[in-house]
């Protein structure tokens, strides 16, 4: 098995060779094997032990076993003692869940302050097959059939081609010590049934089986790649990046097959749940929307727009005060007022009003239900709701509109329109020219 | 059951009713509930049993408890013996294929005759998961993941929603009788295994197992979908129908990622087993080739052609009398002979020749290693493999190639080249015209 892991090294993995490498070393078979693997294969590595704190007495036995592991190998080691119960109880997880998440994040942190180019983990084939089982009893989407990966994020699995047995086997001749796991948490024990009452029944059936499953989920895995191609070829022609977010072209949707299929994958990393309404909400009228916990997805005309959740500006209110010249409004830009002698060339981002109709200081807020105004160019009153209408804002245009106030009055739907009320007469002399940048 | 069924058809397959149905029914309990429910739906069925005389009495029983079924449901009935274990002797395949085989075969040509427009089979939910484990274990390509499917090729199968026990339980409601299967067939024995000591593990963990189950097989149907319309966007690109079979672009390929999966998307279905050699043949020499049973694939400098294998024409000859004035080639066409007072516009399907020159019969035959002549508007003579080289044939182009001799000298690369020796004289008199079509 040395002379196999120096030329899969070799093989698949070149770039250890030369690179500083961070184990993580359980103290179990596994681990401890890829500790005398690596250093008969003379890799760069130092040695991580997290200790969870699950088992008393037995996870310091553990912690110390591989510090004297490591001595005797003489590379580094770090280890960190985790609260792992109460992380899980505060994050509402399960210990094996809060387990894992402690464990990256420390190896990520010890990776950047300690300068590591790679984490190594000990995975092997029957934890992969287990994972594969654990998903498929639990049901998953085709992402949770392809298996752990043998390198990601800078995370590479070496053993993973090595089967538990074989490794056990390796461990053995060479006389290696190890540390038992007697731990019995919740996802322990399903693995635990799926190891020794589901996986001695499929080998009974095919001997050969770990190899025609490592297959098997090379096929499928390719044909995912596939599905990722297909969607860098449409996501140009479906997608645009707008202002608030982004924009799918429903006409576009329509044409091609599989729509659900298409919304899904490209929806997938935003967490949406609800996936029958998404699907709807393509026949569903402008202004519909679904939810998920960071995004909303909003049908508008031909569009779906995809935006994140509105950031809590809702009842902000924001004060110009007659001496200020430069006001700061996060998320919209800044304002500047000056006097001026006339008015200049018009714009959307400018307004010029008459001083002696202004009443300090001015309120900038965003638009609520019941607002009207009279549009400049217009004759009379119109309720805020049917310029929007009118002028077709959706839903995350509307919500991103501000709105400047003298008193109750509104002088200027910001970047968009302005009040007659507040028109310059030949009469004023005193002008306050209003810009957004 | 019995309620939810008549809704199942009402919304998934509309088109049963008012269709004229076979149902197989082995006389086991799935077949029979199923026969039951469609009698109680009113629909418009017949039943079709086989006796594949694998148990001797008790495959007889069957046959009897089906036909007296059919009786008190006051349906046609239709069986048919069959010598399974012969047919697997002849075919070299297992007794379960056998039965398959014959069974599908046989409902097909029942259908086509007594023009059924559906078959029915009873597979449900378990039947389906348990193909699922058959083909992990086995080792398989995505498809053979995505499971049983509900409608193909006019079968339907209109118990998958249920589970094994809903229809168990079900039939002991009602009091249906029905035949216990005692057979222990080495597919059966695998089943048995899965049935009986994975699925309970499996179902211990998670009681809604089957549901599940049923979701993660739809998503990954969903994925593969993607693919197909993928390929389907990247066929018209990739490939081109030409004279001899497919032509693949291997430039376009080279730009396209996951170029082996694309290439095994497309060539999938033509039996290639050796992967590794097809991926490899696109940067292969130009004439190297990769077999499958029924097809080749050969590199032909920047393309890759898809070719049946030959038909066996290799040493076939055809004689081409004097007196004879039209022979038929086949797989190339007819030949005319005709005599001319005068050489007459010249095309590649046409020569001229002297009649002095030619000793009859003519001999038309493929080419072959060593074969040399005198090429029209050259000087001297010239090896038929340097000729092709020059030309750049194919591997088809070349092995379509047929030659027209008189005794050993060649008269015309029929289509592409004359002979100079055999170039028609000022002083020639009797010239014939001899054409392909």
Redesign the interface.
């Known amino acids: 098995m040395e002379k196999t892991f120096k030329n899969l090294v070799k093989t698949d993995y070149p770039y250890l060779c030369g690179s500083k490498l961070l184990l993580a070393v359980s103290g179990g078979v596994d681990s401890v094997v890829l500790a005398h693997l690596c250093h008969s294969a003379k890799l760069d590595f130092a040695i991580a032990h997290c200790n969870f704190n699950l088992r008393g007495e037995e996870s310091d036995g553990d912690e110390k076993f591989v510090v004297d592991l490591a001595d005797s190998l003489e590379v580094d080691v770090y280890t960190e003692s985790f609260d792992t119960l109460k992380f899980a109880e505060n994050h509402g997880i399960s210990v094996q869940m809060a387990a894992r998440d402690l464990r990256y994040e420390w190896f990520s942190e010890l990776s950047s302050s300690v300068q590591f180019d790679y984490t190594l983990t000990a995975h092997h084939a029957n934890d992969n097959l287990e994972t594969f089982?654990i998903n498929?009893?639990?049901?998953?989407?085709?992402e949770?059939?392809t298996g752990i990966k043998k390198e990601k994020n800078e995370v590479v699995r070496p053993l993973l081609p090595f089967t538990r047995s074989q490794i056990e086997n390796f461990a053995r001749k060479k006389n290696y010590k190890w540390r038992e796991d007697s731990s019995n948490a919740s996802d322990k024990y399903?693995r635990n049934?799926?190891r020794h009452?589901?996986v001695p029944?499929?080998e009974?059936?095919?001997p050969?089986?770990l190899?025609?499953?490592s297959?098997?989920q090379d096929?499928?895995q390719?044909?995912?790649?596939?599905?990722e191609?297909?969607?860098s070829?449409l996501y140009p022609k479906l997608v645009q990046k707008d202002k608030y977010g982004y924009s799918l072209d429903i006409d576009f949707l329509k044409k091609?097959?599989?729509q659900?299929?298409?919304l899904?994958?490209l929806l997938k990393s935003f967490g949406f749940t609800e996936w029958d309404d998404v699907y709807d909400l393509m026949h569903a009228q402008t202004g519909k929307m679904v939810l998920s916990d960071s995004h909303r997805l909003i049908k508008d005309r031909k569009k779906l727009l995809l935006t994140e959740h509105n950031e809590k500006t809702g009842n902000k209110e924001y004060r110009l005060d007659r001496e200020e010249d430069l006001v700061m409004i996060p998320g919209m830009g800044s304002f500047h007022m000056s006097e001026v002698d006339k008015i200049g060339q018009t714009s959307q981002s400018c307004i010029y009003v008459p001083e002696r109709k202004l009443k300090f200081p001015l309120v900038i807020r965003k638009w609520k239900k019941g607002d009207f105004f009279y549009p400049f160019g217009m004759n009379g009153k119109k309720k805020l709701s049917d310029f929007f209408k009118d002028e077709k804002f959706s839903l995350p245009e509307k919500e991103h509109t501000w709105i400047l106030c003298s008193d109750k009055e509104i002088v200027w739907i910001i970047n968009h329109r302005a009040d007659n009320r507040f028109a310059v007469d030949k009469s004023d002399s005193k002008i306050l020219k209003i810009c957004i940048t």
Request: proline share 4%; charged share 20%; hydrophobic share 45%.
């Open positions: 089982l498929l009893i639990r049901g998953t989407g085709p949770g059939l399903m049934k799926i009452q589901i029944v499929m009974e059936i095919n050969q089986l190899d025609s499953f297959k098997t096929h499928l390719e044909s995912l790649d596939l599905v191609d297909y969607m070829l091609v097959p599989h659900k299929q298409i899904y994958q």
